[in-house]
């Protein structure tokens, strides 16, 4: 154990803006020298710590306006030190500069929840993890998710992938969390499958399957 950032078992007041709630992502500047973490559980925040764990400031707030967040869900930050976070109730992807300077924000997306950009390049893509509906008068609406986007830097959506409805299917997902991108854009999706089995997979009640994945691997082909 290097560094801890907070004190465990002991969160902030709901809402308080102070750190933490219940945090959920982190990302670090290009330089390596500031550490961003997202406080969505219980707050609307993100936090700009030093790497050594010292607090410098932060931005945020409850509500659905420019620079408010709806759970602050996962985040990164780009070569230029751009920071874009995943506004899941929200359902978008809002861009800040490295001081939390509201620049814009990526619309028509369903609960963006998994957030991860592409390295080695300046002008990265950036792969979003939409959870879809869980709603019962809209879990079953087809085009909403469960899937996974990909964007440019941008903004500018490229492509969707996933079916119309959540299930175990080939390209089908469950709820994906969480992303990563290897060096052959390869895609790696986390996935939250036994909180969310009984409501949007199966009748409730039906047990859970032996096995049931929890992570997938996306090969990039062509």
């Known amino acids: 154990m290097l560094l801890t950032i907070g004190i465990p078992g002991k969160p902030s007041p709901y809402m308080s803006g102070e750190p933490f709630h219940r945090c959920t992502h982190t990302a670090m500047s290009p330089d390596g020298n500031y550490l961003y973490i997202s406080d969505g559980y219980g707050n609307a925040r993100i936090h700009k710590f030093t790497v050594d764990g010292k607090w410098l400031s932060a931005w945020g707030e409850p509500g659905t306006d420019e620079g408010k967040f709806n759970i602050p869900h996962n985040i990164c930050c780009d070569p230029d030190g751009w920071v874009y976070v995943a506004d899941r109730e929200n359902h978008r992807v809002q861009v800040f500069d490295g001081n939390g300077k509201y620049e814009t924000q990526w619309n028509n997306m369903h609960r963006a929840s998994g957030l991860c950009m592409e390295t080695g390049t300046k002008t990265p893509r950036f792969y979003v993890g939409e959870i879809g509906p869980d709603m019962a008068v809209n879990i079953d609406m087809p085009g909403c998710g469960p899937r996974v986007s990909i964007y ?58 032996p096995g049931l994945r929890s992570l997938q691997k996306l090969v990039k082909v062509g």
Do not use: C, M
């Open 152 to 209: 440019t830097h941008k903004g500018e959506l490229l492509a969707r992938l996933g079916h119309e409805h959540a299930g175990l299917a080939t390209g089908q997902f469950i709820s994906p969390h969480g992303l990563a991108v290897d060096s052959r854009g390869d895609i790696y999706v986390g996935e939250v499958s036994f909180t969310n089995w009984g409501r949007r997979v199966r009748a409730k009640g039906e047990p859970i399957p």
